[in-house]
């Protein structure tokens, strides 16, 4: 029997979210419904209702989250009733040209669930990054649900879903960090934290982190920080050599997307380092490099998407490591809320004032 259930939804450009009841039809075939336990406030879905992404209102919103699988279609059996899960936006197809050549972190075909939850009068919805969690259950294809261990805190654990994940991932995934490395991270928000906290984890000696705002700053130490700098008022490029003995980091990480930010990762990297962009550019922007430098430093530029994540790889390594205190997942719960806090939330987001804002249930 399909289920109606509250849930988050944006109709209009622009205008506030509401919570309204939704429709979720029973699991297809490689389909779940998971009873959500938690979902982080992201970027994206204020993005979602600015008519960022693409104009398919009305958004289910909310991507970021954990909670229990409660009913499997036919052919599901990654996951069964009672797994406690992580959403992902990666659901791997497998037989891809990426996933064939044994690089599912990559694949070019991840999919969703093929049936649509609903407005009570039909009126189809987009769930946003395919997921929609701002709800009290979603439908989601079964390959969504990565596995961990239950012990994990449903609020911290969901966040591994979207943002924090792509921040650690742009460190030790895209980036490559390893022992003894030095680390530069401009924009300290809930990305750029998480690729300290990654950054950290990874064994970096040396890491630097970047921002306008000293909150975010103070923050910043919290999560593995050696070095602040507020390029407000300093020349980040110039503090960061003088941190690194004169030369620059080996890996420098764009966690804002601002062409300015990336250059000035550019210029900060040592000779043969990495520039690794996280933070999301728009279609407007352009990017003008001395190309002679591109050529002479050497090194590699990078993009993360979702840092390059595998979830079934690296959502349960870092639960683990979570669980055994190692990665400080809480300190990115800025505050718990319910559903109808949704709104304030992304106000307080735009004003600096929370890494995440996570809607329990
Ligand atoms: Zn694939
Ligand atoms: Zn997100």
């Not at 972190?105 to 991840?110: D, I, S």
């Not at 439908?139 to 591994?160: H, I, Y």
């Not at 008022?233 to 990480?253: L, M």
Request: glycine letters at 12%.
């Amino acid at each position: 029997m399909p289920q109606t259930v509250e849930g988050v939804i944006a109709s209009k450009v622009g205008e506030p979210v509401t919570t309204t009841q939704i429709v979720i039809p029973d699991p297809g075939p490689g389909e779940a419904v998971v009873a959500i336990q938690a979902c982080g406030v992201c970027h994206t879905d204020l993005h979602y209702r600015e008519g960022g992404i693409n104009n398919e209102f009305p958004f289910l919103l909310g991507h970021e989250a954990a909670g229990v699988v409660e009913a499997t279609g036919d052919n599901v059996n990654e996951i069964v009733v009672g797994d406690f899960v992580i959403l992902n936006w990666r659901a791997v197809c497998g037989n891809c040209r990426s996933c064939d050549r044994g690089r599912e972190h990559l694949c070019f075909n991840t999919h969703n669930a093929k049936q649509k939850m609903t407005l009570t009068d039909g009126t189809e919805l987009s769930p946003a990054l395919g997921i929609g969690a701002f709800a009290e259950k979603t439908l989601v294809a079964a390959g969504q649900c990565t596995k961990v261990n239950p012990e994990a805190s449903p609020a911290a654990a969901g966040l591994l879903g979207c943002g924090v994940m792509a921040g650690i991932g742009a460190a030790i995934n895209t980036g490559g960090v390893s022992r003894g490395d030095s680390v530069a991270v401009f924009g300290c928000g809930g990305v750029g934290n998480a690729a300290i906290a990654g950054a950290q984890l990874a064994g970096a000696t040396t890491v630097i982190a970047v921002d306008i705002d000293d909150r975010k700053l103070d923050l910043a130490k919290s999560f593995g920080a050696h070095h602040t700098i507020n390029s407000r008022t300093e020349d980040a490029v110039e503090k960061i050599r003088e941190y690194t003995s004169g030369f620059g980091a080996d890996v420098a990480i764009d966690a804002i997307g601002l062409p300015e930010v990336y250059k000035q990762c550019f210029e900060a990297r040592d000779l043969a380092g990495t520039v690794v962009l996280v933070g999301v550019p728009t279609p407007e922007m352009k990017l003008e490099l001395p190309f002679q430098e591109v050529f002479g430093r050497g090194g590699a530029l990078k993009s993360s998407w979702y840092g390059d994540c595998l979830p079934s790889r690296d959502f349960p390594m870092l639960i683990d490591l979570y669980l055994q205190g190692r990665l400080d997942l809480d300190g990115f719960v800025s505050e718990t809320i319910t559903l109808d806090g949704v709104e304030e939330a992304f106000h307080k987001m735009e004003r600096g004032e929370v890494l995440r804002s996570v809607v329990v249930i």
